[in-house]
């Protein structure tokens, strides 16, 4: 099964875990698309994230060696934190080391309505990566995104999330935060709406552009 019918995608995920809250069960469950995952850095803002310390990317690893997922390529950018350049430095840098070297159908960034300032910074990124090509944009709910935003697109993942909550729990160093206990995630993945329509568990996108 293929996203959209797109054959290769970029996911930007700020930090590590990330794209993985918000996408794991799309990315297992659309098997012929080929999503290449963007870790832009090691964690949050120089001296603000004390699981830094902790190596978030090896995490990462571990998560998808234990999945088996042939339909992804972990990359790292070549930062560790978002103030080792400017907007244009990972611009060019995306631009550069990914966009330049692959065919992407469409890019997925973090919510522009996001209490974490750094998802909305890459959340950015968004416009001028696709300024002059013909890549869809798409959106991805995230553990801090407000209810101000409007998700445009459920993905039904119902047979996937037993393995997507065993998977998370290989992010170790973030296991004592809110947002990976099971009653948090149990509600991150529902809606009413969907749940009156027999969808009781799934993910969250939201069209910016959609070329077909």
């Known amino acids: ?49 004390k699981t830094n310390d902790a190596d978030r990317r090896a995490e990462i690893l571990s998560v998808w060696y234990s999945l088996n997922c042939n339909n992804i390529k972990l990359n790292n950018s070549k930062y560790e934190y978002f103030e080792e350049t400017n907007e244009s430095g990972w611009i060019y840098h995306i631009e550069k080391d990914f966009l330049s070297k692959e065919k992407y159908d469409c890019i997925f960034i973090p919510t522009r309505d996001d209490s974490m300032f750094e998802h909305r910074y890459v959340n950015q990124f968004g416009s001028a990566l696709c300024r002059a090509s013909l890549i869809s944009l798409i959106e991805y709910n995230t553990i801090s995104t407000l209810s101000t935003w409007q998700a445009n697109l459920f993905v039904d993942i119902s047979k996937f999330y037993g393995l997507k909550l065993e998977s998370l729990k290989k992010f170790e160093s973030q296991q004592h935060k809110p947002y990976f206990h099971k009653l948090v995630l149990d509600s991150f993945h529902n809606n009413f709406q969907c749940s009156k329509k027999g969808l009781n568990i799934i993910e969250k996108f939201k069209f910016i552009d959609l070329y077909c």
């Open 1 to 49: 099964m293929k996203f959209l019918n797109f054959k290769k995608v970029l996911c930007l995920s700020p930090h590590p875990d990330d794209v993985e809250i918000a996408m794991m069960g799309t990315i297992i469950k659309h098997c012929n698309t080929f999503f290449d995952i963007l870790c832009l850095t090691k964690g949050g803002s120089m001296g603000f994230d």
